[in-house]
């Protein structure tokens, strides 16, 4: 594994991973994101949908080259509160609520004041015996932040309708095995790969764009704003891929942990040109780097969006494999991490 610094590339991953960004709150992770891109000899714009794009200027017969990974995160927005201080939600993003009951998650109020709470449902102790399990609709769970009343959640915790809540996970590198668990790999994994190949990037005859865009997560609102002005030759779409190499995943996964960088070919809202997928087969080959390609039978990215800008762009998702995507938990390798970023750097100046 080559990686530029681990002790920054963990600590850089950490920051990102931990930091809270909802669909359309992503504030505080693009203020991270935009202190690490500064400096860099490349032009930093934001637009008004909260899209960061920096860029590096090439020479004028060049080709122009976009690398975007969105900064958003599945979460959750408060929907209503009860009269017992209950919290009601509704998704920012696609969950499974199998996974939410018992799950601490953090409110954060319009004053940016964090208040821990629990996602709950009715105890067993009261479920009447021989009633179906069922998978439980979001509708029918709730948040306790520990207040009594509908005043304390507005009166003391600073709680109103509309502020949003994001799951609360550890931190952990497993230095065994350059394994990484946190919150958000989708799509936390992918900022910071790109900041790392824009790190490694020398200027040349390609004009290079690193966008980091807004609230994927609920049907690529911020690429579809990119698109109207950024129309580059190629777009390299970086995601937190999900891996199936699980018990409970297919007989023959095609995204594994430590397999290398992912390469989509296919998913149902996009199909990979094949001369992009050719550059990155040679890129792997030159340099010995170790690729694992898939094709996926659900979801969507912003390469969606992207392949229609302009005249229309060349475009094809890459990744990290990231496991249990759309949940409060997730790991990732740094092997994968790092072979993503040589990848990228050697499209970058290809």
């Known amino acids: 594994m ?13 920051r990102l991973s931990q930091a809270p960004g909802p669909s359309g709150f992503e504030d505080e992770v693009r203020s991270i994101i935009r202190k690490e891109m500064e400096g860099l000899g490349c032009t930093i714009e934001e637009d008004n949908i909260g899209n960061l794009v920096c860029t590096f200027r090439g020479e004028p017969d ?14 959750f927005m408060v929907s209503d509160i009860l009269e017992t201080g209950y919290l009601r939600l509704i998704n920012l993003g696609g969950w499974s609520t199998l996974t939410l009951p018992s799950s601490p ?72 095995t350059d394994r990484i668990f946190s919150k958000a790999f989708d799509d936390r994994i992918g900022c910071a790969v790109l900041i790392e190949t824009a790190k490694r990037f020398s200027k040349g005859k390609n004009t ?7 609230q994927e997560e609920v049907g690529e609102r ?50 990979a040109g ?15 780097i170790v690729i694992q390609e898939a094709i996926r039978t659900g979801g969507g990215t912003d390469a969606v969006t992207m392949s229609r800008a302009g005249r229309g762009s060349k475009a094809i998702v890459t990744g990290v494999a990231t496991r249990y995507a759309h949940s409060h938990n997730s790991s990732i390798s740094l092997f994968d991490y790092s072979e993503l970023i040589r990848l990228l750097s050697g499209f970058a100046a290809y």
């Open 222 to 271: 911020g690429s579809s704003v990119l698109k109207n002005y950024v129309h580059p030759d190629y777009s390299v779409i970086v995601e937190g891929a999900p891996a199936d190499d699980m018990p409970s995943g297919p007989a023959h996964p095609l995204t594994c942990q430590g397999k290398g960088a992912h390469i989509r070919l296919f998913d149902p809202t996009h199909i």
């Open 2 to 14: 080559i990686l530029m610094d681990k002790d920054y590339s963990i600590s850089l991953i950490e």
């Open 105 to 176: 998650v953090e409110v954060i109020n319009s004053r940016g004041e964090k208040h821990y709470g629990v996602i709950g449902q009715i105890s067993p102790h009261f479920i009447k015996k021989g009633t179906p399990v069922t998978v439980p609709e979001l509708s029918d769970l709730f948040v306790d932040i520990g207040a009594a009343s509908a005043e304390e959640v507005k009166d003391v915790f600073g709680i109103r309708i509309g502020d949003i809540a994001v799951p609360v996970a550890p931190f952990k590198y497993v230095p065994e």
């Open 274 to 288: 094949r001369e992009i997928i050719d550059k990155l087969r040679r890129i792997a080959s030159r340099d010995g």
């Open 208 to 214: 290079c764009i690193f966008a980091f865009t807004t």
């Open 62 to 75: 060049g080709k122009t080259i976009l690398f975007a990974a969105h900064m958003d995160e599945v979460g």
